[in-house]
């Protein structure tokens, strides 16, 4: 995980200021270096070449050295801004730091053929960058032909904002505090490049970038002139195409029997390996190594299937004496909570964040898992929102607030444990620099309500359509948001649902094989499926959590109509409302009065099944799934 900062301006070298600087240090401490790469040459006094600068910041989890950013070489005339985890080039798992890795192949792959030419240097250098696998954002000046590339990877997974004026273009992992240009996140669908060489004889410089989408499934060394921008996720993601094969009257009924479940296993099992592996020690106090183990890696945990079941798989990787941490947040709602710290306990994700973590402790004793429980007062969150904010831009929404809200304080991993032969609770803040998220899991298994909504409505078909809107969102899911928050508290999230294999391999698995709703009569869904009986949603998973001994997160029902009333008085809360009055201001009354609207909406959908979750309130207007990263 790193801190980018990248500027080219038309009379001066750019710098993040004070403020600017601490965000971007925040997210890498471990080192930070600043490069000046062109100016104007001796005999052009009155600066008409454009100044290009750049800043990295780092947080060292790959390989045993540290690295240093910007790499640079000057023979191939190259600088590389890298934020982001490469697990394989092409089908080549990576070892060591990937930065250098990828820095090392660009060098040799234009040094080596002595590439020279414009075209050529772009498309050698853009067949890398397209072969890199895992999530990043990056920012590579080619000074041999005056190019700036740029791009996030095809799911948005690592954030990165560009700001750009008459006289100058940004390119940054956050935005400043007070700064008031306009910023906007680095599209997810290709790698940009912009023409420096066009500026030359030039005082002002307005970027306009050309789009290099990602490649179209199955197709390799696409010509530069092939390509369209205006090409969706769905074309362009090289995973393929959803599989929407119908079942037929002889389907087998998914059961434990099915090879999915084993397939799925082995999946989840390559994914998690390289995202849990070798993950370096973190530093630590003196005092906090002496009292008790290290953790390399926790969880955001709130007890449902999806990290319950990565924390088994985990289990299963890793060294029995690594502790690993499960993150539990709670939030004080002062409205509706009158008993101080009690009224903690009566979440509903402590609720099922207990109940899980006593089943991984049964089924799993060799290892440590500690469960944190994060507790945060209301006036905690008023004092953190400013902050909190800043941090989400150029997100604005309540919606984002309340998102990045329970995010911001699960990645502080501030709270309290109580370890076995502990007398008593104790203060505790996890060391872990990676953490992991069940984010994903949803939409590819067919976990949330509206899944079976759409089934219930007009069966596979309905079900199938959903599901590929559902796949089409993903690079729209505001990952860069959520990077932005986390990686406040020098950690790094991790998404195992969204490892490129396993998305392929779950996009071309038929959707019989996947969740089980066609084999319920529609009048069944209605009244919830028989006690003893896994619910259709994300069958396949459940089956896996049996298969792996988890059988009561097998079997957990999603909490339906309380779910409704927290996120509502989540949201109230946030917007420092204590009622809603015709007397507020008019557009904060409307936008209040928008939501309530839209959870009045929800609440007839609850009675179709028990599988409802903030995770389930869909937006349709701005493609968000309330509360999907809190409650995974």
């Not at 454009?50 to 910007?70: E, I």
């Not at 801004?81 to 930065?99: F, H, Q, R, V, Y």
């Not at 509502?568 to 917007?575: A, D, K, P, S």
Request: aromatic residues 8%.
């Amino acid at each position: 995980m790193c801190g980018i900062y990248f500027s080219i301006h038309g009379s001066d070298y750019l710098w993040p200021d004070g403020n600017l600087h601490k965000l971007l240090y925040a997210r890498g401490p471990d080192n930070q270096s600043l490069l000046t790469l062109s100016g104007p040459p001796a005999e052009h006094k009155n600066h008409e070449f454009p100044f290009v600068s750049a800043l990295s910041t780092v947080l060292s989890l790959r390989g045993d050295r540290l690295v240093s950013q910007p790499l640079q070489d000057e023979d191939a005339g190259l600088v590389f801004c890298w934020n982001g985890e490469a697990w394989k080039i092409d089908d080549s798992p990576i070892s060591g730091n990937d930065a250098l890795v990828i820095f090392q192949l660009l060098v040799a792959a234009l040094t080596q053929n002595a590439v020279s030419s414009v075209e050529s240097r772009q498309v050698v250098t853009t067949q890398v960058l397209f072969s890199v696998v895992g999530p990043f954002s990056f920012v590579l000046y080619d000074k041999v032909i005056n190019r700036v590339y740029y791009g996030r990877d095809h799911l948005g997974r690592r954030s990165l904002l560009q700001s750009g004026s008459s006289n100058g273009f940004v390119l940054c992992s956050l935005t400043a505090p007070g700064d008031d240009q306009a910023w906007s996140e680095v599209e997810a669908d290709g790698i940009y490049i912009v023409d420096l060489s066009k500026h030359e004889l030039q005082v002002d410089i307005e970027a306009k970038p050309v789009l290099i989408p990602w490649p179209k499934p199955n197709t390799n060394n696409i010509p530069l002139d092939q390509h369209k921008n205006d090409i969706t996720l769905k074309q362009t993601m090289s995973q393929g195409r959803l599989n929407k094969s119908l079942p037929s009257s002889n389907t087998p009924t998914l059961s434990s029997r099915s090879s999915s479940v084993q397939d799925v296993k082995a999946k989840l099992q390559r994914s998690l390996h390289p995202r849990v592996s070798d993950i370096p020690l973190p530093p630590l106090d003196r005092s906090e190594a002496i009292l008790m183990p290290t953790s390399k890696i926790a969880l955001l945990f709130s007890g449902g299937l999806d990290c319950t079941l990565l924390a088994r798989i985990s289990h299963d990787l890793l060294p029995y004496n690594e502790c690993i941490d499960l993150l539990n947040v709670a939030f004080e709602n002062p409205r509706i909570h009158r008993d101080g710290s009690a009224s903690f306990e009566t979440c509903p994700d402590r609720i099922t964040g207990r109940q899980s973590s006593d089943e991984l402790r049964r089924v799993c004793p060799e290892r440590t898992w500690r469960f944190v429980e994060i507790n945060i007062p209301y006036s905690e969150t008023l004092e953190h929102r400013p902050t909190i904010i800043q941090l989400m831009k150029p997100h604005n929404t309540e919606m984002d607030l309340s998102i990045a809200t329970a995010l911001y304080f699960a990645a502080r991993g501030v709270g309290r444990i109580q370890d076995a032969g502990m007398a008593s609770k104790m203060a505790y803040r996890t060391p872990a620099r990676v953490l992991l998220s069940g984010l994903g899991a949803d939409e590819l298994f067919a976990g949330y309500q509206r899944h079976a909504t759409a089934f219930a409505r007009a069966g596979v078909t309905a079900l199938l359509d959903e599901l590929e809107l559902d796949i089409d969102r993903i690079g729209k899911r505001n990952l860069g948001r959520d990077d932005r928050v986390i990686s406040h508290w020098s950690r790094e999230v991790r998404y195992p649902y969204l490892d490129e294999a396993l998305l392929s391999w779950t996009l071309s698995t038929p959707v019989w094989e996947k969740c089980g709703f066609w084999k319920l009569d529609r009048a069944e869904l209605s009244r919830g499926a028989e006690e003893n009986d896994l619910e259709p949603g994300k069958k396949l998973l459940r089956l896996l959590a049996c298969d792996l001994g988890m059988h009561q997160v097998a079997r957990e029902k999603k909490r339906a109509v309380s779910f409704v009333v927290e996120a509502h008085n989540l949201l109230t809360m946030l917007i420092g409302l204590d009622t809603i009055r015709r007397t507020d201001s008019q557009d904060e009354y409307q936008k209040i009065q928008g939501y309530r609207r839209a959870l009045t909406i929800m609440q007839p959908l609850v009675t179709l099944s028990h599988d409802f979750r903030p995770s389930d309130l869909h937006w349709h207007d701005d493609e968000e799934e309330m509360g999907s990263a809190i409650s995974k």
